[in-house]
């Protein structure tokens, strides 16, 4: 009974490298979507999907890409990490869109240097 | 633009207390109002949730209170325990889930 299972858990990148933040669920989920999470900030969305093939930009989608090719699998990709990407990644996902419990992922902690 | 307001930032309280959170929002669509508990190095987990067509809701010792025409909603937690101590989020949702700042509570013995 995994539910959403994020990996890695904690990552260093250098300024300039790219990464991939990795997201599965075995939930049957229809909808996912990506926060990161700063301190006083609360978890700020950084993109969703609606369904597989279908993808949108959240609050803070810059910087970040995402694609859903199938309905397991939500990853995360940095293009060129900023220190200002620093932060504690969750993915989440849920049956419905918004209006239902969202489960959570444990976490990934990204510290770019 | 923050869409929801959360206040305290932080909170203590002695056990057996009522820690009370509160929440506010500008936009009038949305439709579902959960709270969420995060224990540290864990992700957050959906506590108790309302929709806006009733005042409260209770579920054991949690109760959410919705004041539809202030557009807020607040959090109580009865017989507060140590176990409760934790950071709380509340969020609002149409179509996104959008969270407020969280608040982190201290219940001490």
């Known amino acids: 009974n995994a539910g959403v299972t994020q990996t890695p858990k904690f990552q260093v990148l250098k300024t300039g490298q790219s990464m991939t933040l990795q997201c599965a669920q075995d939930m049957n989920h229809e909808y996912m979507s990506w926060y990161r999470q700063d301190p006083g900030m609360g978890l700020r969305l950084i993109h969703y999907s609606v369904g597989a093939g279908i993808t949108d930009q959240g609050e803070v989608p810059n910087g970040y890409n995402v694609s859903r090719s199938t309905t397991e699998d939500f990853p995360l990709r940095l293009l060129s990490a900023a220190p200002s990407q620093t932060s504690v990644y969750f993915c989440?996902?849920?049956?419905?869109?918004?209006?239902?419990?969202?489960?959570f992922g444990q976490g990934t902690r990204l510290t770019v240097v | 633009q923050q869409q929801v307001k959360q206040s305290p930032q932080s909170l203590i309280v002695q056990k057996g207390g009522i820690p009370i959170i509160n929440c506010a929002y500008e936009n009038t669509a949305f439709d579902y109002f959960p709270w969420y508990q995060q224990f540290p190095g864990k992700g957050p987990a959906l506590l108790i949730a309302i929709r806006p067509d009733v005042s409260e809701k209770k579920e054991g010792r949690f109760t959410i209170s919705f004041n539809k025409s202030a557009k807020q909603f607040s959090l109580h937690i009865m017989d507060s325990q140590p176990g409760d101590s934790a950071t709380y989020f509340c969020a609002v949702s149409r179509e996104k889930l959008t969270f407020g700042t969280g608040t982190r509570l201290t219940i001490i013995p």
């Open positions: 989440a996902s849920s049956l419905g869109t918004g209006g239902g419990e969202a489960f």
